[in-house]
């Protein structure tokens, strides 16, 4: 078992407290279940939620015991990573949604 995350024990008191869903898909994991059959993930990575009927999930990343901080501008990054990647981007995505590819060119 984890320590808890105030934030996410605040979210379970929230959703104790009400009687419906209040937003869809998004159902919380019992306490205790926060491995979704990852366990090798468990350290790093905890699911708390499932988010749909799909089987999707919803994590927190426990970003201080990976010795990670917070970027200044994660905006930068993105843009840095779009910059670096568009070509093999646009080349996967060229022939299936072709106007993808030309407004980058326009634009």
Request: no cysteine; proline share 9%.
């Amino acid at each position: 078992m984890h320590p808890p995350i105030p934030l996410l024990e605040r979210l379970r008191e929230f959703d104790g407290s009400v009687d419906d869903f209040y937003a869809s898909g998004f159902e919380l994991l019992p306490s205790g279940e926060d491995d979704s059959g990852y366990p090798q993930l468990s350290d790093r990575i905890r699911p708390f939620a499932q988010a749909n009927g799909s089987g999707s999930t919803y994590a927190i990343w426990l970003r201080e015991s990976l010795g990670l901080h917070g970027a200044e501008d994660p905006n930068e990054i993105v843009r840095a990573a779009g910059d670096e990647l568009w070509e093999p981007f646009a080349a996967w995505i060229g022939p299936l949604i072709p106007d993808v590819v030309s407004s980058r060119r326009s634009g």
